[in-house]
């Protein structure tokens, strides 16, 4: 992708078996374990919303943003049902001006989901999105898989491609979903301010 209409397809058809029902258990553990100063947060590739309200009920103004538009009506049609405040647009995470400058960017199966050339348009985008001194926090999917999407990648490849123009502040092995135990990585990255 951003060949969008093919989550497009994929939201129309309820053909989503990344989607859990529920915000990513790792992001769950970090908003309760923290004392966090509310921000505005962006969530790209959100699809149904779940991490987005997540963070929406900690106080949190959140932007979800998603390149299907079906998943960002499905989105906001539940948090609206929900009383959530969190909101949602259709758009490019790689491409489009952010329409503010975000404390925070979460990232959760939207790096393993773009074509693995189109990762240094990722990390543009982060940086784009963030505000100096913004944070990135990413549950990475560690998976060896060469097709996809979801796009393999590992450790050291995140290490290499974020460094620059991030600082790794902490690092850890999230609770997962049953089925993706033990093949997540959180990091929690803060922009460079200069
Ligand atoms: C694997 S799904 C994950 C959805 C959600 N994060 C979750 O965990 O349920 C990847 C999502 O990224 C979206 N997406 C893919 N490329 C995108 C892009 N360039 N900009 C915004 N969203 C994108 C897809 O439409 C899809 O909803």
New binding site residues.
Partial sequence: ??G?NV??D??LAKN?P???GEA?PGLVDFLSSRKLLPGAVC??????G??ARAWAAQGFRVLG????PA?VELAGAQARGEGSTAEFVC?????DDPPILFDWVFE???F???QPD?RSDYVGAVLRWLKPGGCYLAVNYLIPDVEG??FGTCRAELLDRFSSEFVLREEWLPRSYANRTNLELMLFWQKRLD
């Fill in positions: 992708m951003t969008g989550w497009q994929h939201y989503t990344w989607d859990k990513s969530v790209p590739g959100c699809g149904l779940h991490d943003v998603d390149i299907a998943a758009g490019d995470f790689l491409l959760h199966t939207c393993c989901a773009i189109r999407p979801p």
